[in-house]
């Protein structure tokens, strides 16, 4: 212990006469950061460039060739290794040989001279094989770095007067198919993809489903449409209309508010914007984020009410599809005319290849409207080929025959009996609607396998819940009986996935129509599908009418897309007030057994306060060709011969 003692005294000691002083904090703590050296700094400074990608790499080759080039010119200089008989001497001349000795293995089999000198050109043209190569392999990582840079999608895009669409899922590609077809009047076309997804496999996807780009130019981008930077990728402020998917996700309609928020966080100017909603108890949150720019489309209750209105008459279905997509005649405005002064009767003969079926007075669009109305300045809404197509129309080639109109009053209003098999969370609107149109009394069989239906209020319709296997033979065939005036048929959505629910309900399909096909009387049947591609195996089931969801709904959105108008129009159609369409029997308006022009009938649904836009010949009803014999705005001379069974399609109040 005295020895300990006295050892911690000398120590004591030495530090005083060396610094001066005493502490008895610890040393470590006391003493001030060392400096970095020298070669850290330089290997940090290093670091540094290198981080700088491919550009700092050329940069740091450059200049080690350089200073490679310099030192063995310095040497070949001072030492006079070269050969005396060169011509050509002096600095520069040796630094260009040197510099051509680095980049080219090759230019060595040339030299003359002594063997020190042919020693040295052999050790730099090694030096500069080892730099050219390094110079190679990195421009070709850097190659491949923008390469994958672009694959990624992340590039801003300048574009003006595109479409912008927002997500992504099953409708993308109806939806590009239809602006493809909307944009063949329009000089080069663009439309901008952004989806939180892989830009190759975005592209790879739609050119093997959407082949025929019909001279649109198609741009993939990556990253989220709810994010601002992403956003601002697809240069949407600049674009004509912005289509907004909702997300096949847990919450898609949280996701479909958010980037609302995004699209107008700048503002309310910019443009038009179309966007899914597939919660009705959402709407309002959206509108409120919307703004006047936005049109929001329910997709539970736009399908729904399409189901009700294409159950109430067989082809309906193709008389819809033909108005909503771009494949044949739709739904146009025209701006300028010269019908001021004409009744609205006497104007829907004005036109060889257009249907007036309304107009647009005060910003109000109204269809159908009484024969007797004055046509001024309004904007008039009618079917064509294309809006291209209006410009010069012709005037009518031909004129009624007043003789030959109908004379039944065409009144059949009697308590229906309906068949509702399958359920979803579109069926509580389907029964609202169904109920709208069923007169007092009428009753519905609601047959589901899943679900827990729960039957809305209604009013005029008696619903008669049975649980029971909707794909067992016996189970249907205790429902199906002689005398329904409608089968409607809706898919599992909610519990089985697309493949597995429209596997079902084409099983369905099947035995329902066999079953009816025992009976005397015709029952319209209707079905609901998910995917588009099984609507053709409906037609061995011999289904009068398929409604596809996601394609109406896109069929929808891209119309929206390119006028905004059309929301009116489309709402009245869908709707249970105002003017719908209706196939009623070809009697009501000429008489049958003669043939008559397409302006002999519009003439009698004059008559009756309605609008004809097509006409449904029976004859042709099989045909796969003409959807159901289905024939929307035919030209005003074309002739038919009216036969039993045949319909004309009009807009009517009732």
């Known amino acids: 212990m005295a020895r300990t003692g006295q050892q911690l005294r000398q120590r004591t000691t030495r530090a005083m006469a060396e610094g001066g002083t005493t502490s008895t ?17 330089a290997r940090y400074w290093f670091d540094n460039s290198m981080a700088k990608g491919t550009p700092a790499l050329i940069a740091w080759l450059s200049v080690i060739t350089l200073v490679l080039i310099v030192v063995f010119t310095v040497l070949t200089t001072i030492f006079r290794l070269r050969s005396n008989d060169v011509t050509g001497t002096g600095f520069f001349h ?22 020190p000198f042919l020693l040295m050109m052999l050790l730099l043209t090694l030096g500069g094989l080892f730099i050219v190569s390094a110079l190679i392999g990195v421009i070709a990582t850097g190659i491949d770095a923008k390469l994958a840079d672009l694959r990624r999608g992340r590039s801003i895009v300048l574009e003006q007067d595109h479409t912008v669409v927002l997500g992504w899922s099953d409708s993308v590609f109806t939806i590009i198919r239809e602006l493809t077809l909307a944009n063949e009047s329009r000089r080069k076309p663009v ?23 019909r001279g649109t130019r198609i741009i993939c981008r990556s990253g989220s449409p709810m994010d601002i930077d992403d956003l601002a990728l697809s240069s949407h402020t600049t674009a004509r209309s912005v289509i907004l998917l909702a997300p096949e996700s847990e919450d898609p309609d949280a996701e479909v508010i958010k980037t609302l928020l995004a699209l107008t966080h700048a503002g309310p100017e910019g443009p038009r914007i179309v966007a899914e909603i597939r919660n009705p108890r959402n709407l309002e949150a959206a509108r409120l984020v919307g703004a006047d720019r936005t049109v929001l489309l329910d997709i539970r209750e736009t399908v729904a009410k399409l189901v009700v209105q294409t159950s109430r008459q067989s082809g309906a279905a193709a008389v819809y599809v033909e108005l909503f997509d771009y494949d044949g005649d739709e739904i146009y405005f025209l701006d300028e005319h010269d019908l001021a002064g004409s009744t609205y009767g006497s104007a829907q003969l004005a036109f060889e290849n257009a249907s007036i079926i309304g107009m647009i007075d005060g ?56 068949l509702l098999i399958g359920w979803n969370e579109r069926a509580p609107i389907v029964l609202r609607e169904l109920d709208h149109y069923a007169p007092a009394g009428s009753t519905l069989t609601l047959l589901t396998a899943l679900g827990n239906p729960e039957i809305p209020e209604l009013r005029n319709l008696h619903v008669h819940v049975v649980h029971g296997h909707t794909t067992d033979r016996a189970t249907l065939a205790q429902h199906v009986v002689e005398g329904l005036d409608q089968v409607i048929v809706l898919c599992y959505s909610d519990d089985l996935g697309v493949q597995a629910a429209d596997a079902r309900t084409l099983v369905t399909l099947l035995h329902v129509r066999d079953i009816l096909g025992k009976f005397d009387t015709f029952t319209p049947v ?24 996601g394609e109406i709904v896109s069929l929808l959105v891209t119309q929206l897309s390119e006028d905004q108008r059309l929301e009116s129009v489309f709402s009245e159609l869908l709707g249970n007030e105002g003017s719908e369409i209706y196939l009623r029997p070809a009697e009501w308006y000429v008489q049958p057994g003669h043939e008559v022009t397409f302006a002999t009938i519009v003439a009698g649904a004059v008559r009756r306060n309605e609008t004809a836009i097509g006409y449904r010949s029976m004859s042709l ?7 159901f014999g289905v024939k929307v705005n035919p030209a005003k001379s074309d002739v038919f011969r009216v036969q039993a069974g045949d319909r004309v399609v009009v807009l009517a109040d009732d």
Do not use: C
Not at 31 to 40: L, T
Not at 94 to 115: C, K, M, N, Q, T
């Open 526 to 549: 209707v079905s609901e599908m998910l995917d588009d591609r099984n609507r053709v195996l409906a037609q061995v089931a011999h289904v009068d009418d398929v409604v596809v969801s």
């Open 363 to 418: 910003g109000v669009a109204k269809l159908n409207p009484h024969p007797d109305t004055l046509i001024d300045r309004q904007t008039l809404i009618v079917v064509a080929e294309d809006d291209s197509a209006l410009e010069g129309q012709a005037s009518s080639l031909a004129q009624p025959d007043l003789a030959l109109l109908g004379t039944e009053e065409g009144r059949d209003e009697h308590p229906t009996s309906a």
């Open 94 to 115: 040796e630094l260009f040989y040197s510099l051509l000795h680095a980049l080219d293995p090759g230019y060595i089999g040339g030299d003359v001279g002594s063997w």
């Open 621 to 627: 009803a099989s045909d796969p060709g003409t959807d």
């Open 25 to 41: 904090k610890p040393a470590a703590a006391k003493a001030a950061p060392a400096e970095h050296r020298f070669g850290d700094r």
């Open 191 to 213: 439309i901008v993809v952004l989806a939180d997804r892989d830009k190759v496999e975005m592209e790879d996807e739609l050119a093997a489903k959407v082949p025929d780009l």
